[in-house]
């Protein structure tokens, strides 16, 4: 035939195969940090902080599977958080403090509060479909601050941590590290699987072109309401790590600001990598942990006073910060790392 | 004459005073090629989407083997053997070519809500899927992302997807549009050889491809079918040519 067909072998598919360097590299340095906090001597400290960072990274990963891979921008993520950390609280306050009791059903409640207002939402589109995910998840939070038996306003102290058949693993500190090292493993290998499977490459279509898809034969919204249903389970488990290791449960787990918190890590990381939103909660986490400390020294030629307020006030560097990652590193951190390689 | 596989009974679409489709009914018989022309404007698309189930009609029926398909929404038309191509190419652009095929094969091959294995690697859909893209004559650029490919082998593409839907029947919309010449031959000649296998209702503007391929052409002024017949008899009719007076040669 003509010369169209016989140009450049094309090159080998190359999704999947490569082995990829940056989740390798970051799992290592989850598994390193334990002993470098025994060192550093504020080992609560440090463990706790990257126990949350491991926790949110378990959230934003299930957000980036709807919002990297589905393009559906859920602006109430943050309610499943809650439904997590009110399953753990409101279980334990009953007398019911074993986690294979809990666990189960947070992501029952999950799964149940995601299918209802999925299939609601996802009958819209774009600006009504964050819309309306911000509705539904203000309408758990104003239920939590409602619910005067379970602490309303002020929320609830756990009487202690979740026991696991039985036994208090979780009340040393590492252990809990590596129980929630091990799910944050583990739910990134099955988004991994999920985002490569038959169901993901119909999820990942439905995100480039809905309509080609519908013209092969797919209804999109069967897929994006599965997907949503199991980004919402994932996140609900996060809930209950979270509600754990603060061993507390308050209405601000799931306000509309952690929404939005949640949102920014993905973007912040890169969407659609999944390691991506990993990297960007533990950047979020650990700026806004550091921020006022890194500018207090970072401004070592200004008057002490100026300092102080600098540090006091690090919320106006945050944001700007925040605002210029996303103008000029379009991909996030994600888009910086692979940069170089692509030339 | 057999039984026509789609029937479409005074069909009629309107937005507001503008008919866009005016009481057509056209019946295509299995195994051919059939042809609808028509000046710009003429509502070729707009039928297209009605058959496809793209856009609903406001009144009248759609017959797709016997079976009244008129409420039906686009993927179970699919499913019952209704493929369709775009007229603005509709790919998906991030995928290689081989996965944009696969994906076609995968919609009638078993369930998509398999959550584990890797879906790009399995060879009882790719197979398949080259099988297609050696039918157009894109083999060669399967692995390319499908956004890299000239807009020629977009064309080229989009059909093979239609035909990894397994159709029975397939609607093409303009399958030439902004092609090359050779390009554009590369086409025809591909539509040459599906001819006969399958049915095949085309729209078309370029009236060389339409007139060597068509068993019959149906054409269609101002959303009304103003005459059915063999390409032949449709040259000589005196208001096709009336129709197209000053607006492009028939040849």
Redesign the interface.
């Known amino acids: 035939?003509?010369e169209?067909?016989?140009?450049e072998?094309?090159?080998?598919?190359s999704?999947?195969t490569r082995v990829e360097i940056v989740p390798i590299f970051l799992f290592a340095a989850f598994a390193a940090a334990p002993l470098l906090a025994t060192v550093s001597g504020a080992e609560g400290y440090v463990l706790s902080l990257l126990t949350r960072v491991m926790i949110f990274g378990i959230a934003a990963m299930a957000l980036d599977l709807i919002l990297g891979y589905g393009a559906l921008v859920s602006f109430g993520h943050a309610a499943f958080l809650g439904l997590g950390g009110y399953a753990v609280g409101i279980l334990a306050s009953h007398g019911i403090d074993d986690a294979l009791v809990q666990v189960p059903v947070a992501l029952a409640a999950s799964a149940l509060f995601a299918l209802v207002t999925g299939a609601i939402s996802l009958r819209t589109k774009g600006v009504y479909f964050i819309m309306i995910t911000l509705a539904f998840g203000q309408m758990l939070y104003f239920l939590a601050t409602s619910l005067a038996a379970y602490g309303g306003d002020d929320g609830m102290t756990l009487p202690s941590r979740s026991l696991v058949a039985g036994f208090s693993v979780l009340k040393s500190d590492f252990t809990f590290y590596w129980i929630c090292l091990l799910c944050l493993l583990g739910t990134y290998a099955f988004s991994r699987?999920?985002v490569?499977?038959?169901?993901?490459?119909?999820l990942?279509?439905t995100r480039?072109?809905a309509?080609?898809?519908?013209?092969?034969?797919?209804?999109p919204f069967r897929?994006q309401l599965?997907a949503y249903v199991i980004s919402g389970m994932m996140t609900g488990l996060a809930g209950c790590l979270l509600a754990n290791q603060a061993e507390f449960v308050s209405p601000a787990f799931m306000t509309w600001q952690r929404s939005g918190e949640l949102i920014f890590m993905v973007v912040l990381g890169g969407l659609g990598s999944l390691h991506g939103a990993i990297i960007g909660a533990a950047a979020f986490l650990l700026l806004e942990e550091f921020l006022p400390e890194i500018l207090h020294a970072a401004s070592f030629f200004l008057s002490d006073e100026v300092r102080d307020h600098l540090a006091e006030n690090w919320k106006m560097v945050f944001g700007p910060l925040l605002i210029l990652v996303v103008l000029f590193a379009r991909g996030g951190i994600m888009g910086l790392l692979r940069r170089p390689r692509h030339g | 004459m057999a039984e026509p596989l789609l029937e479409l009974r005074n069909l009629r679409k309107a937005y507001g005073a503008l008919v866009v489709t005016d009481n057509v009914s056209l019946s295509v018989t299995p195994g051919e090629l059939h042809a609808v022309i028509g000046p710009n404007g003429a509502g070729k698309t707009t039928l297209i989407h009605q058959i496809?189930g793209?856009l609903p009609s406001d009144t009248g029926s759609i017959l797709f083997g016997g079976e009244d398909i008129t409420s039906l929404?686009?993927?179970?038309r699919?499913?019952r053997g209704l493929?369709?191509s775009?007229q603005i190419t509709?790919?998906?652009?991030?995928?290689?070519a081989?996965?944009n095929v696969a994906?076609?094969v995968?919609?009638?091959s078993?369930?998509?809500?398999?959550?584990?294995?890797?879906?790009?690697q399995?060879k009882n859909l790719n197979d398949p899927a080259m099988e297609c893209l050696s039918q157009v004559?894109l083999?060669?650029?399967?692995?390319?992302p499908a956004g890299l490919l000239?807009h020629?082998?977009k064309r080229q593409l989009e059909l093979a997807?239609g035909l990894?839907?397994e159709p029975k029947l397939l609607l093409l919309d303009e399958p030439l549009a902004g092609t090359g010449h050779?390009e554009s031959l590369?086409v025809v000649e591909t539509l040459r050889r599906l001819k006969g296998r399958l049915t095949i209702v085309l729209i078309e503007h370029d009236m060389e491809a339409v007139f060597a391929l068509a068993d019959r052409v149906s054409v269609l002024v101002y959303g009304r079918v103003l005459a059915t017949d063999t390409p032949g008899r449709i040259r000589e009719n005196p208001d096709v040519r009336a129709a197209y007076l000053g607006e492009e040669e028939l040849v």
Do not use: W
């Open positions: 035939m003509t169209l067909v016989q140009t072998p094309s090159p080998a598919p999704l999947g699987a999920v490569a499977s038959r169901f993901g490459r119909v990942r279509g480039d072109n309509t080609r898809m519908e013209a092969i034969g797919f209804r897929f599965t | 496809s793209m929404p686009m993927p179970q699919v499913r493929a369709r775009f509709s790919i998906l652009p991030g995928f290689s081989l996965e994906l076609a995968q919609a009638r078993g369930s998509s809500f398999r959550l584990f294995g890797k879906a790009a399995e004559g083999a060669a650029r399967a692995h390319v000239s020629g082998e997807i990894a839907t050779e590369r």
